[in-house]
């Protein structure tokens, strides 16, 4: 695949990868050409498992990939893709349809079961275990993180983590300057990551 | 900060992003961005880790504290010093009312809050629980909805009756509401409207 160059500082460790010709890749899939979708597969079945996975858990994860990469290169194919350098753009609203569209259909099939029989909606409260095992170690390690620092510190993750007042907000009414507020913030997040460096980074999410 | 097409997301934006609070072209640019990067699909994963766990734990030191008395308590010993008696008599009615009303606040607990997110899957509905009888504040996260200026939001039982309904404006793409007067035990559902009676959003709610 042909690949666009990379910016001129290219020393920088935040920078990501090329990006593919959009362009050209949209061409051949509409010329059908089985390289073009797999290509297309290529680059982005990664980016809409998580997306969708992150959105909408596991459930049937396979099976909505499939359908979103129907649904994009159908689309491209009869030509609805009228810019093809925004093929990133174009992929993201298809995804975000399906996020919005499974949504919906969980809300409608819920309230029919409702009308069916109530008792039919009250769903087993045990989530998938491995993902509950997940967040209960993420929370006790972040409890361990906030017991471990004096209150008022504690206070001001709370402000900004819980009830979510905005950083300037904070730092006036506490009395800290944004380095203060900043540092204080990596601080536990490096702790937290201190912690949990075993457990967190050897379990992330199924995508 | 902002976010080239071609360079990886800092750490303030990822979590933005996973607190909800990223909006408009950068949210745009972060997403398709996240669709074809790796180490950003690896690092917003970390960050959703820290938020979803700092949050909760947040949450149990919140609803055991009592934010709001302290305060108070404070500002009474930063009266100013009375000069002569006529000053010291009304220092000490001052301090037995602000006693008496502190008293008075402090038989009241600070409401439960319950976070209700909707990135968690579809097998995992009952989340968010709160105690029976006792008032809570639900904070919606908004994110993946259509921008508008209020909600309508209703709280119905097992059995699909309304017990509760609000409207509020959005902050931060967050909607929250308080239930003065709490729920008695059950399972719940809290649904999220458009102004009009367009159904956007259903959470489960337990309560205990």
């Not at chain 1, 967040?135 to 001001?156: C, F, G, T, W, Y």
């Not at chain 2, 950068?26 to 074809?36: A, D, V």
């Not at chain 2, 010993?77 to 008696?85: D, H, S």
């Amino acid at each position: 695949m042909i690949v666009t160059g990379a910016t001129p500082d290219s020393s920088d460790s935040r920078e990501a990868a090329a990006q593919p010709q959009w362009a050209e890749l949209v061409d051949r899939i509409r010329q059908n050409d089985s390289s073009g979708l797999e290509d297309l597969y290529r680059v982005f079945s990664r980016g809409v498992r998580f997306y969708l996975c992150r959105q909408l858990g596991p459930q049937d994860l396979d099976d909505k990939v499939h359908d979103t990469f129907l649904i994009v290169a159908q689309a491209i194919q009869r030509g609805e893709l009228r810019e093809p350098d925004r093929l990133m753009g174009y992929v993201r609203t298809i995804v975000r349809r399906q996020v919005a569209a499974q949504i919906e259909d969980n809300v409608h099939s819920r309230r029919h079961q409702i009308d069916l029989d109530w008792g039919l909606a009250v769903h087993d409260a045990g989530s998938n275990p491995e993902q509950t095992a997940i967040q209960q170690e993420n929370q006790e390690i972040a409890r361990k993180v906030l017991k471990s620092i004096a209150p008022r510190d504690r206070e001001i993750l709370i402000r900004f983590y819980l009830r979510e007042q905005p950083a300037d907000q904070i730092c006036n009414e506490m009395g800290l300057t944004e380095t203060q507020f900043r540092l204080l913030k990596s601080r536990a997040k490096a702790r937290f990551g201190e912690l949990g460096k075993r457990k967190v980074t050897k379990r992330l999410p199924p995508f | 900060m902002r976010l080239e097409s071609n360079r990886h997301a800092d750490d303030d934006l990822l979590e933005r992003y996973s607190m909800g609070r990223l909006a408009g072209p950068e949210l745009e640019k972060f997403e398709e961005h996240l669709l074809i990067c790796p180490q950003c699909q690896n690092n917003l994963a970390a960050a959703d880790a820290y938020v979803g766990g700092i949050r909760s734990a947040a949450a149990e030191f919140y609803q055991r504290s009592s934010p709001v008395a302290r305060p108070r308590l404070r500002r009474l010993f930063n009266l100013p010093r009375p000069a002569g008696v006529l000053g010291l008599a009304a220092l000490g009615l001052f301090l037995a009312a602000g006693l008496q009303f502190r008293l008075l606040h402090r038989s009241s607990a600070p409401p439960a809050l319950v976070l209700l997110e909707t990135t968690r899957g579809t097998d995992s509905p009952l989340q968010a629980a709160t105690p029976a009888g006792k008032p809570f504040i639900l904070l919606l996260d908004l994110a993946g909805l259509q921008a508008l200026s209020s909600y309508r939001l209703e709280i119905v039982d097992a059995a699909g009756h309304r017990v509760f309904e609000s409207a509020a404006a959005p902050a931060n793409n967050k909607l929250q509401i308080t239930v003065s007067k709490g729920l008695p035990g059950g399972f719940y559902y809290v649904r999220v409207y458009a102004p009009g009676a367009e159904l956007l959003r259903e959470y489960g709610l337990q309560v205990r």
